[in-house]
């Protein structure tokens, strides 16, 4: 068939397993991984040893596992994912401790699920363990269909006797992807409703997204230079109405909980190549990021995943932020930047998103740091430089923000998730409340005492150390939108004349 993506899943059978069949892992550096050191399969973990063990083993005889390998598992394994919580006497099932780990995320991270991952009875999708086994702690996962093979398809999903049932219209575009709840396992088919051919036949794997062909950003002629000083000296001007603060310098690092990292780490990897990951919709966003020169990629979460991640998140900004009580708006990724990439100093929309993260899912095969560029209070630039785990809390619509070097070399994945004040659009326009962090202004002289390539090392020393290690060696402290845009003229790739100002690549 013309066009078919066929993906298929070696399904674990309905699976009947006899006593002393089960594989069992005292470590679980024992446990499948692949050869980037990776979950490979889906695993059921339960203890092996004790009446757990026993009542357990006896359920999973008789259920439908969806894609998970069961494993018993003993010792330091044991002790890593469940702790305390195995009893030394159960007489139901419902009294024993099980989880179900992704494939997909690292071995780093594997001893750290999620918390929703465990069964509990006290869970109304836990009622019986079965139940466990068919929620979204193991076999419901989320995955997502985006269109684009240039017209408007249908969608089907198709049962165990192969035949396809109409779920809905498959339209084209980011903005009609269409997420359903489903089963690993589950297969679905795009086609033609006119003429009936398949486009795309997929088995769900995991939580996750696919495409049908991918985008083409199309790029018009336009003066880029001119373009950028105007974005800057806007984004200059928006930065000003913003009169609320929430820290001394307007940003902050720190690291994400290791068990939200990994869940994001297996969605990614999952997720990381195409057809899963696709272009970018830059056709009519702007020239944020330089897609007219580099391809800048992008996952959709799905809904569900999404929520989780962006409520965990919460409480990690709500204790930066500290007693302004804030709510979520939006989270935003994940985006793949690859080599050459590069985004413009701009701050985010006003009323949304007040405080947010920048978060570092993954990166790969970089020559040099790839910094986040964060103005302070002040104006001073600071860069940033981040690893895979780590997080940037930044006032995003006030502090300035953006990573004007080109990419050197690899690839850099990030999501962003943002807050505000709870229920008030309007917090921008407010004074600070009584205990707020005065804004660091004066911190007296400055000296480069590093290297001009150092970042994120203290390299600029001022006189009051609470400026921090990540003030810039470029040691910039800007005064208007030119000061932007020079910033982003003196570090790109030159123009080596007035023609190549224009971007002609029309497609």
Known sequence: MKGLIKKYLTLAPFLVCSAG?????????????????HL??????FPASGPCGTLIEAQIQALHLYGHDPVAVDGEAAEALFGSRIPSEASAVGDCPAVCLDRGVDSSLVAYPLPEKYYNPENESHETFGEFLASKSCGRVEFGFINYSGKDLALYWVNDNNVDTYMYPFLQGERNTRFTSTFIGHTFRAKDPETGEVLLEHTVEFNGVIGVGNHVNYHRKRDIRKEVRQTMSGEWTKHLQVQRTFSALGFD????????FGSMR?????????PNRLMEEWDSKGLYVNYWETDCNFIQIPWELKFIWQERLKAVVQEWVGETEIEQTDLYGMRQYEAGARLLTHVDRITTHAVSLIVNVAQGNLTEPWTVEVYDHANRLHEVVMEPGTIVYYESAKALHGRNSPLAGGFYANLFTHYRPLGDPMWYKKENPEGTPQPLIDV????????????SQGAVKCENDAIGPHLSPKMITATSGDDLYNLWLSVGPSFEDEESAVASDEL
């Open 253 to 260: 690092t720190g690291r994400l909980p290791n068990d939200v």
């Open 40 to 45: 490979s399969a889906h695993i059921l973990a």
């Open 444 to 455: 007296g002289n400055c000296e480069l005492v590093g290297k001009p390539n150092e970042y």
């Open 21 to 37: 069949a089960l594989n069992v892992v005292s470590n679980l550096a024992d446990l499948p991984f692949d050869e980037n050191d």
């Open 266 to 274: 297996a969605f990614y990897y999952n997720n990381r190549a195409p």
